[in-house]
């Protein structure tokens, strides 16, 4: 009984901390967003470090659908350079909520919104370290056309060289070459498509 009340407990608080991230969002409020991963006058942990693992998977794919699918918040947050704490306390807060995520986020929200990070790294803070260990996480099926994040051989391929480029720029060849040898095994399938395509005409 004390276990089931608990779950209800935690059910119930995860409801809460997404209707306030709901409400976040739509009013663009990033301080109603950031008290949920920060401690309070009445608690050293925030609310986030007291979920289990699994309650964050849930609320961190709640937060990156509800970022991706609103028209401003990202935006407004990211392009304003007056805001610079805002923006870094944000992109803390995503890098966060993308490293605990359950197996699969609708319609691939995650990824979605991994390459408008990696954009922001590359051409606002010119970080591109970062940048490249942002795209690096994506996640790509290759096999399973019915998989939300299938992704073909010219699109993977073109991942790992903006991986492989990224490396460059922080001249870490080492890095740059184990992409770019990726890259070309994806070029291979990509020509081995094409070739024996040409061979049955």
Avoid at 95 to 117: F, W
């Amino acid at each position: 009984l004390k276990y089931t009340i608990h779950r209800i407990s935690v059910h119930i608080s995860i409801i809460k901390m997404e209707q306030k991230v709901d409400e976040a969002i739509a009013k663009n409020d990033y301080k109603l967003l950031f008290s949920l991963f920060n401690s309070s006058a009445t608690s050293s942990t925030s609310q986030w470090e007291q979920l289990g693992q699994g309650e964050q998977r849930s609320f961190s794919a709640h937060l990156i659908q509800a970022c991706v699918t609103s028209p401003t918040f990202l935006t407004t947050a990211l392009d304003n350079n007056s805001s610079d704490d805002i923006a870094q306390t944000l992109l803390s807060i995503l890098r966060k909520s993308l490293n605990h995520l359950p197996p699969t986020v609708e319609k691939a929200m995650d990824n979605i919104l991994r390459h408008t990070l990696f954009q922001h790294y590359v051409d606002v803070e010119c970080d591109y370290r970062t940048a490249a260990q942002v795209l690096a996480g994506m996640r790509m099926e290759t096999e399973d056309l019915t998989s939300v994040y299938y992704t073909n051989p010219v699109a993977v391929t073109d991942v790992y060289v903006k991986i492989a480029e990224c490396f460059l720029e922080e001249d870490d060849a080492v890095e740059a070459d184990s992409w770019v040898a990726k890259a070309g095994t994806s070029v291979e399938m990509i020509g081995g498509g094409v070739g024996a395509g040409d061979g049955g005409e």
